[in-house]
């Protein structure tokens, strides 16, 4: 039977967990994270109308709009997307929540909203679809860019990034992980974890922007400017700017070369490590990025749903079950 007829145990194809067409540019990393979305909802027999998807500003944050359109979404102001999250998180607590952002509307300006989420251990999923760059304005150094970034008109990034790993296991968040948007082989798990999830669940995913990203100062990148215009599922990934085809099981080092010549390292988790330390994962990731590697995997969880400050802030609703939208909007019918 053809991938894209399977059912899952609400009789849904992967075709029903989609939305709209991406505008995105072609290759962009964004659409195989968009991708690995669709498939982690499917697979986990997620009934649309029980998630809510949010977002902010950039091209990331367009990224909600390609999937799951049965849904509830909002997207917010410029780096509010954590504060409205908390606050539909506390109104409502049967659904599930699902943020996407970027690392500009993530670590700049929303970064207040985005500490407080994770101090308030906010049950939802943040994704931060990481390139380095403000995309939607055309390639600005966002506070994750590679100190030596090139931009378009040619200088070099002086200043060092902030790390949103290192940035959330500092804050306190309870589970963190990072993957890259061409290992669906990872992240579809990762995805999925991280929406069951009892608390504020952190995912940094590496994502290329095709169009800015240009660590080698080479003439490769500013060629994509046509826009996708495919549906964002098929059965499988959209073409990508750098995809993971070998087999690349835990423990080993994947090298990935990325459409503007640069080669980065990615170091899956072995399947003994032990995320449940986080001052190990700490040391461990300084180590590992010392060495000129890029640590992905679930790198912490604390499966207790975090500290007692956490737990206070902490819903007890299991989420992805489902539930008669009568009940998701009580009084609707007095509106
Ligand atoms: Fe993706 Fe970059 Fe294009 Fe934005 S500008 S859609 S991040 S490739």
């Known amino acids: 039977r053809h991938p894209s007829l399977r059912t899952n145990q609400l009789g849904l194809t992967v075709r029903d967990y989609e939305g709209a067409m991406s505008t995105l540019c072609a290759g962009c990393g964004h659409d195989s994270i968009t991708a690995a979305i669709v498939r982690a909802f499917f697979e986990l027999d997620t009934p649309p109308h029980m998630v809510a998807k949010l977002s902010g500003i950039g091209c ?3 990224t909600p709009a390609y999937f799951l359109s049965g849904a509830h979404g ?3 102001a410029h780096g509010r997307m954590a504060a409205i999250a908390t606050g539909a998180a506390a109104a409502n607590r049967k659904l599930a929540y699902i943020g996407v952002s970027g690392d500009g509307d993530s670590l700049s300006i929303g970064l207040g909203h985005m500490s407080h989420a994770i101090r308030r251990n906010v049950k939802m999923l943040y994704i931060i679809e990481n390139n380095g760059v403000y995309g939607l304005t055309k390639g600005q150094f966002s506070a994750s860019a590679d100190v030596g970034s090139k931009s378009k008109r040619g200088e070099a990034n ?8 290192m940035l959330a296991l500092g804050l306190g968040a309870t589970f963190v992980a990072r ?3 061409g290992d669906k082989a990872q992240l579809v798990p990762i995805l999925k974890a991280g929406l069951l999830h009892d608390g504020f669940a952190l995912i940094d995913v590496i994502s290329p922007c095709v169009t800015f990203n ?3 100062g080479s003439t ?3 060629v994509h400017t046509r826009k996708n215009q495919v549906p964002i599922v098929q059965t499988d990934f959209v073409p990508l700017a750098a995809e993971i085809t070998a087999e690349y099981p835990e423990g080993s080092v994947a090298k990935v070369t990325t459409h503007d010549g640069t080669t980065i390292h990615l170091r899956k988790m072995a399947a003994d490590y032990d995320p449940t330390d986080r001052t190990r994962a700490m040391t461990m990731l300084r180590e590992r ?6 640590p992905t995997g679930l790198l912490f969880l ?3 749903g975090g500290t007692e400050m956490h737990r206070g802030a902490k819903t007890v609703s299991t989420p992805l079950v489902d539930v008669p939208f009568d009940e998701l909007c009580p009084g609707r019918d007095a509106l």
């Not at 990025?289 to 890029?294: K, M, P, V």
């Open 158 to 165: 002086a200043q060092a990034p902030i790390d949103p790993v």
């Open 214 to 216: 240009d660590h080698e």
């Open 60 to 62: 990331s944050s367009k």
């Open 220 to 222: 490769k990148s500013y």
């Open 289 to 294: 990025q010392a060495a000129g590697e890029i």
């Open 302 to 304: 604390d499966s207790t």
């Open 179 to 181: 993957s890259f948007s």
């Open 74 to 76: 909002f997207n917010s």
